[in-house]
């Protein structure tokens, strides 16, 4: 699953408009029926029961230069839209087709006399607050690059990004996705030259009970989530901000970069960003889980409750969790 990063600044009236009327909005397939392919609006009422999906679509371009890069990507990578110098919406591509009359319905054309008909469905979308000095960090990129026409990140860097957003695929079938090739993955293994696993292990299992040595008084404590008082053993110490991009100085910071959180669901909803802290210390449910009924329960259940562990030295590794990792709603 790659990363295709979408340039679409919603400064410029016209992306606003668009962003507005198929994102913010989802469109209705019955609404486009007489315009819809029969095997493509089935295919999408099969994906999107509810009858609608937020949608997006990439012009040919001069001389069809971004004709070749469409065909690149496919069902279950993820689309990053960026604009003002920041990436601001996330979405898992669910279904790609090709559609002049409908995208010109939707969207009209551009000064070149062109539509957006290179059309894509987007499912488990989320809004997002990343800077593109971040993004330009964490790839290595040079100082002045920006994200300009629409570009797709090899499996290196679509990897890091993925793993830094804690980007999952939607639970919308993407059935169209390429099969994973083991063999692929099993050479890539062999090839990583990194630290060693058992090496990698230990430190962290070193850290870890440093950690909860400094946040557990006793053999019992407290969940800082859902305030359950667990046995150790239930308990770990969940970093607030993800583990890897704090800096020698906040791993070390143990009064504020790690909160108790219990291994019974908690310490799983808040990593994979289905639930957050709000400023303040409340925790906040994503609206995306709303996407399994089973899950949905289980943030409910947490939703709005205080959070004991918030503090001012706490709030800004919550902050960071919150902008980078939380499943947010889409933008309006």
């Known amino acids: 699953?790659?990363?295709?990063?979408?340039?679409?600044?919603r400064s410029d009236k016209d992306v606003n408009r668009h962003y507005l009327d198929t994102i913010a909005s989802p469109v209705s397939f019955a609404d486009h029926a007489d315009l819809l392919a029969p095997d493509v609006r089935a295919r999408l009422e099969e994906l999107f029961p509810d009858g609608s999906a937020r949608m997006w679509?990439?012009?040919?371009?001069?001389?069809?230069?971004?004709?070749?890069?469409?065909?690149?990507?496919?069902?279950?990578?993820?689309?990053?839209?960026?604009?003002?110098?920041?990436?601001?919406?996330?979405?898992?591509?669910?279904?790609?087709?090709?559609d002049e009359k409908l995208a010109e319905r939707l969207w009209g054309r551009n000064h070149n006399d062109q539509t957006w008909e290179y059309m894509y469905a987007l499912s488990g979308t989320q809004g997002l607050d990343i800077t593109v000095e971040e993004i330009r960090e964490l790839l290595d990129w040079k100082p002045n690059r920006n994200i300009q026409g629409i570009y797709i990140l090899d499996t290196d860097d679509s990897d890091t990004l993925r793993t830094y957003l804690t980007l999952e695929p939607s639970t919308a079938d993407t059935s169209g996705a390429p099969a994973p090739d083991p063999q692929s993955d099993a050479a890539a293994a062999c090839g990583f030259d990194g630290e060693l696993e058992r090496t990698a292990l230990r430190a962290y299992r070193?850290?870890?009970a440093a950690l909860k040595r400094h946040l557990l008084p006793g053999p019992t404590g407290e969940c800082a989530l859902?305030?359950?008082?667990?046995?150790?053993?239930?308990?770990?110490?969940?970093?607030?901000?993800?583990?890897?991009?704090?800096t020698?100085?906040?791993?070390?910071?143990?009064?504020?970069?790690?909160m108790l959180a219990c291994s019974l669901g908690c310490d799983s909803l808040y990593?994979?960003?289905?639930?957050?802290?709000?400023?303040?210390?409340?925790?906040?449910?994503?609206?995306?889980?709303?996407?399994?009924?089973?899950?949905?329960?289980?943030?409910?259940?947490?939703?709005?409750?205080?959070v004991p562990w918030w503090s001012e030295g706490r709030e800004p590794h919550f902050r960071w969790h919150r902008a980078h990792t939380f499943k947010a709603g889409t933008p309006a």
């Open 226 to 246: 859902c305030g359950r008082v667990l046995p150790a053993t239930f308990l770990v110490a969940a970093h607030i901000k993800k583990r890897a991009v704090c």
């Open 57 to 98: 679509g990439v012009v040919p371009g001069k001389r069809d230069v971004n004709v070749s890069k469409v065909r690149k990507f496919s069902a279950g990578d993820f689309a990053l839209f960026s604009g003002d110098k920041k990436i601001y919406f996330a979405g898992t591509v669910a279904l790609m087709w090709r």
């Open 206 to 208: 070193g850290e870890q």
């Open 1 to 9: 699953m790659r990363i295709v990063l979408q340039p679409a600044a």
């Open 248 to 258: 020698d100085e906040e791993k070390r910071d143990f009064a504020n970069i790690a």
């Open 271 to 306: 990593e994979r960003g289905y639930v957050t802290v709000t400023d303040g210390g409340v925790i906040e449910a994503s609206p995306l889980a709303q996407d399994a009924p089973a899950l949905q329960e289980l943030v409910e259940q947490l939703a709005g409750r205080a």
